[in-house]
């Protein structure tokens, strides 16, 4: 299988708190892992790119130093989200590519984290 | 201008019912995959299809391409009230490993 977790699964913060999110593929190595914000009844519309020990690739219109992305490992990518503000609040999820031989077109996601800012 | 676009947004139908769902792109593509999204959970990879494939079945799943079209369809078959969920289709942006996601197809299926 391909499993992708997410941790925390839901978290309720402080305006002005910084929140930490974690992604890890489970039983696969993953060299591009992908971060996602979903508003209510809305799409997924993709934030980044996580490169394994390489800076983030931000889509246009997402702050990098808001949104910041640490991508250490290979099964280990993490999004902190600074001084989150209730604009913020959303589900989160992250995706990972398989490294392997062959192609590696399917995206496997994690369960999401839903964010809530007070 | 968005790639994916579904229709319908929002399809009802009673439990054995066939479901179709369409998806329309804008640009070139490698190929397109079909997402199912459970209420507050993470996505489920349903297919691929390959930009030189016309049709691909998995279980009571079919998904056709027609790139002259720049669209997609998902049957499911004989349709089960777990099946309830939003489908969303997604094609890679710029042939890169990007994907892009259309708005989705919330189905229902009735008991």
């Known amino acids: 299988g391909a499993v992708v977790s997410q941790h925390p699964s839901r978290v309720i913060c402080k305006s002005g708190t910084s929140v930490k999110i974690e992604c890890r593929s489970l039983?696969?190595?993953?060299?591009?892992m992908f971060w996602y914000r979903q508003f209510p009844k809305q799409s997924l519309m993709l934030m980044a790119t996580?490169?394994?020990?390489?800076?983030?690739?931000?889509e246009q219109g997402v702050e990098k130093d808001k949104f910041l992305i640490n991508h250490a490992s290979l099964t280990l990518s993490t999004l902190t989200v600074t001084s989150a503000h209730p604009e913020d609040s959303s589900f989160y999820i992250c995706?990972?590519?398989?490294?392997?031989?062959?192609?590696?077109?399917?995206?496997?996601f994690g369960p999401g984290t839903r964010l809530t800012v007070l | 201008s968005q790639q994916g676009e579904e229709d319908p947004q929002a399809l009802s139908i009673q439990e054995g019912e066939n479901a179709t769902m369409n998806c329309s792109y804008k640009?070139?593509?490698?190929?397109l995959q079909w997402y199912r999204q459970n209420s507050g959970r993470g996505l489920v990879h349903l297919i691929l299809?390959?930009?030189?494939?016309r049709e691909k079945h998995s279980g009571r799943l079919r998904v056709t391409l027609d790139t002259s079209k720049k669209s997609s369809s998902l049957l499911i078959t004989a349709s089960r009230a777990a099946d309830t969920a939003s489908y969303f289709c997604?094609?890679?942006?710029?042939?890169?490993?990007?994907?892009?996601f259309g708005k989705g197809t919330k189905l229902t299926v009735n008991p």
């Open positions: 995706s990972a590519i398989r490294l392997a031989g062959g192609t590696t077109d399917t995206q496997y």
């Open positions: 039983d696969f190595q993953a060299t591009t």
């Open positions: 996580s490169n394994e020990g390489s800076k983030a690739t931000y």
């Open positions: 640009t070139s593509i490698n190929n």
């Open positions: 299809i390959r930009s030189n494939e």
């Open positions: 997604a094609t890679d942006k710029g042939g890169s490993e990007k994907l892009v």
